[in-house]
């Protein structure tokens, strides 16, 4: 079992940043990946950024050049660093790991959930 708690959600003006953390626990020697997604009102969860367990990154479209998903083993913490924020960008951010069976076989961890509003 992987524990997962977000923190650094708020509220923020357009053009502004924060930065969200998930700190992991239990089994997380079995991560293979983590990641952040969001939920906005309304619509599906949709990914957001992701990082693997060797470091390599991806991004929707959405956020490219914009956010940047970072790691730090040693605090077994995932960052979300958001810069230029939109308010097409408030939504509950969700913290995913991911441990993997085999290539199509895995287990989703997820966090509780913090929210992030930015004004216009």
């Known amino acids: 079992q992987v524990q997962l708690v977000e923190s650094g959600g708020g509220l923020v003006q357009a053009g502004g940043s924060l930065r969200l953390s998930c700190a992991a626990s239990?089994?997380?020697?079995?991560?293979?990946?983590m990641a952040w997604y969001r939920q906005a009102p309304g619509k599906q969860r949709e990914l957001v950024a992701g990082?693997?367990?060797?470091?390599?990154?991806n991004y929707a479209d959405s956020v490219k050049g914009r956010f940047t998903i970072s790691r730090d083993n040693a605090k077994n913490t995932v960052y979300l660093q958001m810069n230029s924020l939109k308010p097409e960008d408030t939504a509950v951010y969700y913290c995913?790991?991911?441990?993997?069976?085999?290539?199509?076989?895995?287990?989703?961890?997820w966090g509780q959930g913090t929210q992030v509003t930015v004004s216009s």
């Open positions: 995913n790991a991911r441990q993997y069976y085999l290539r199509d076989v895995f287990t989703d961890y």
């Open positions: 990082i693997t367990s060797g470091g390599n990154t």
């Open positions: 239990g089994s997380i020697d079995s991560i293979n990946a």
